[in-house]
């Protein structure tokens, strides 16, 4: 189980920590799932401008006002409890020789617009083949 702190950021690369759990695995598919009806996870591009371009669109697909029929919390709120409909909270990734087949480029983040809980579990899970 990792601890993610996402006050500073709302998206968290998680790809460090997952391949440093798939390192002890060997083949197989590791899972990682936020337990959680505000987040999600994207495998992504980080660093070049898409992780903030996937918030931007977010942002747009998603607008905090009082549209939502779910309407505690901040202002908004019930546009977090939409997002995981959009970003899965979960991902599954093939593993060979504990090492997660990314592509080049891709990096697995947790995706969190909800400023009002920021401290986030993301379980790993591995299921050998």
Same mark, same amino acid.
């Given at each position: 189980m990792l601890d993610v702190d996402t006050s500073r950021r709302r998206t968290v690369d998680l790809t460090s920590a997952v391949?440093?759990?798939? !390192? !002890?695995? @060997?083949? @197989? =598919?590791?899972?990682v799932f936020v337990p959680h009806a505000t987040a999600g996870l994207a495998v992504i591009e980080t660093g070049a401008g898409s992780d903030d371009d996937l918030l931007d669109t977010l942002e747009r697909l998603l607008p905090r006002d009082d549209r939502y029929r779910h309407a505690h919390g901040s202002p908004g709120h019930g546009a *977090?409890?939409?997002? /995981?409909? =959009?970003?899965? %909270?979960?991902?599954?990734? %093939?593993? !060979? *020789? @504990?090492? /997660? =087949? =990314?592509g080049t480029w891709q990096s697995i983040v947790l995706v969190d617009l909800n400023s009002d809980n920021p401290r986030r579990s993301v379980r790993l899970s591995f299921v050998s083949g």
């Open positions: 391949r440093e759990f798939c !390192a !002890a695995q @060997g083949d @197989g =598919l590791c899972n *977090d409890h939409v997002l /995981p409909g =959009l970003v899965s %909270p979960s991902v599954t990734v %093939p593993v !060979a *020789d @504990g090492q /997660p =087949l =990314l």
